[in-house]
């Protein structure tokens, strides 16, 4: 059949030179005299003129020449387009085959053949699978997944595997390839960490997929695991996922995948043997810039020099501190003693959080403590089992004032008294191993009691006293009252002597001892 385009030439050089034979017109039109005299047969009878011809699509071209081309397809009923969309949709939907016999067994009769029926089907099925053509913003948007294919390395002679983190930027296509030990939550925050420090600099959004290890709760704003949420505040960035089982949205990422699976991941199985991740990853990153520094086919430039003409000049700076994985995350109640307990060692909070509701995060290095969303505590993380972090500034004014009465504390006391009473406190402390012991500070504090308003050669003459016969501090009181006493009693003995009127014992005659 001659093509539409032909028909109408053919039609108006007809209408321009109707007096022109067959055979000229053929000549002109690269068509047979016999072709043309079968066209313009066809357009007289049909009444088509120049005019109508060009107004007609194609097809209805077609139709209005030859009407009983399309009448044999008539008495066959079309296929059920509509039920093979929604099957294709579904995550186990019938076959094409099952809906073909279906369709066949309501009319054998009037059914199309099973090669028409599949043929017309894939025709229309193709009109429904249409792509919106990406326009990337510099510095706007990386997609990123894991390749499925794993890499090997050797360690005490056991063989273990790593995925491979893959990362693309939207508007250069730049690549970058990261091993991880698995696809865990921490292992992609690795990778994006990575991602961004060979980058140089910080995209708005990070494209990723529904991986559990991600998201929570997928959605069209989806729910993001608590890492991953703290990840994009620290980098002031959005994560935004693709529509489920819709590799599409992030066909960049899939390619970028392939790409290193088949020029870096398969040769490196193939051909090499590494000794460690980090052999692994030094691998990985010479093989990706040299692909980077590969032309792209259709722009005839490198991935690196249309980076650094678009994403490099529009990226966020990185921030100067490196990022902390939160390792735990939860939300308990504050006990009476305001301590709250991490792996069988227990942190102090201010005492007024109490019985209220705190949010602890916990990291590689510290632990935080937050209440309505604004940071309450901090601590390192200690490995004493049992054992417990306090900070002063959290006691309440009753428990900081018994927090005080410390060795130390007592100490600072005895050393304003004099040397002897920090012995005398000294030896206290050494029947025990705790230097905030309450036993030893009741008696340092019944000392303390009995030493007030006394002169300080008093409380060093009883502590020497006290050392030197072995005495505990509860028995300092008698030994008080016994220098009083001496003091007083030498006061009356030695009166004075010089008086006129006094006699002494000569006067009386004898010897008298009194």
């Not at 053929?26 to 011809?53: D, M």
């Not at 397809?73 to 099957?87: A, F, G, M, S, T």
């Not at 006293?465 to 016994?482: R, T």
């Not at 003091?487 to 008298?512: C, D, Q």
Request: a positive charge; aromatic letters at 8%.
């Amino acid at each position: 059949m001659i093509q539409p385009e032909k028909i109408r030439e053919i039609i108006r050089i007809d209408t321009i030179y109707p007096d022109m034979s067959n055979r000229q017109l053929g000549k002109l039109t690269n068509c047979s005299h016999q072709s043309v005299g079968r066209v313009l047969k066809r357009v007289k009878l049909n009444g088509i003129s120049h005019a109508i011809a060009i107004q007609l699509k194609n097809k209805e071209l077609i139709e209005s020449l030859y009407p009983c081309i399309h009448i044999s397809d008539k008495k066959y009923r079309e296929p059920d387009y509509d039920e093979h969309v929604k099957q294709s949709l579904l995550k186990k939907g019938k076959s094409r085959t099952l809906l073909y016999l279906e369709y066949r067994a309501k009319a054998p009769s009037t059914a199309l053949s099973k090669s028409q029926y599949f043929s017309k089907v894939r025709k229309f099925l193709k009109t429904t699978r249409l792509a919106m053509r990406q326009t990337h913003v510099a510095g706007d948007v990386v997609y990123i997944d894991y390749a499925g294919t794993k890499v090997f390395y050797s360690k005490d002679g056991q063989k273990i595997s790593a995925k491979v983190f893959v990362a693309v930027l939207g508007a250069s296509k730049k690549l970058f390839a990261f091993a991880t030990p698995g696809e865990r939550t921490k292992d992609w925050i690795n990778g994006i960490v990575a991602m961004f420090k060979a980058f140089g600099g910080v995209t708005s959004i990070v494209s990723i997929d529904n991986a559990t290890a991600l998201v929570s709760k997928p959605g069209l704003i989806p729910v993001l695991v608590k890492n991953i949420v703290l990840l994009g505040e620290f980098y002031h960035c959005i994560f935004d996922s693709c529509r489920v089982a819709s590799p599409q949205d992030k066909s960049l990422a899939e390619l970028g995948v392939k790409w290193v699976k088949q020029r870096i991941l398969i040769p490196m199985n193939h051909d090499m043997t590494f000794f460690s991740l980090d052999e692994v990853n030094a691998h990985l990153s010479k093989k990706v810039e040299e692909l980077n520094n590969l032309p792209l086919q259709k722009l005839k430039i490198s991935r690196n020099e249309l980076f650094e003409q678009t994403d490099g000049k529009h990226l966020r700076p990185l921030p100067k501190k490196p990022f902390e994985a939160v390792d735990v995350f939860k939300m308990l109640i504050v006990p009476a003693d305001y301590h709250i307990e991490h792996n069988k060692h227990f942190y102090s909070v201010p005492y007024k959080l109490a019985h209220e509701e705190v949010e602890v995060v916990v990291t590689n290095t510290n632990l935080k403590v937050f209440h309505q969303h604004q940071l309450e505590a901090i601590h390192k993380l200690s490995e004493e089992l049992n054992g417990s972090t306090t900070v002063h500034e959290h006691l309440s004014p009753e428990h900081s004032a018994e927090a005080l009465k410390t060795k130390d504390e007592y100490m600072k006391w005895a050393k304003g008294v004099g040397p002897l009473t920090q012995v005398f406190v000294e030896k206290q402390y050494e029947v025990v191993r705790n230097p905030k012991s309450r036993a030893i500070g009741k008696r340092v504090q019944n000392l303390m009691r009995l030493c007030l308003n006394k002169p300080q050669e008093h409380i060093e003459q009883a502590c020497e006293y006290a050392i030197e016969n072995n005495m505990p501090p509860s028995e300092l009181g008698m030994v008080f009252k016994m220098l009083e006493h001496l003091e007083t009693k030498a006061s009356v003995l030695m009166p004075p002597t010089a008086h006129k009127n006094i006699r002494g014992k000569n006067s009386f005659g004898g010897n008298y001892a009194h």
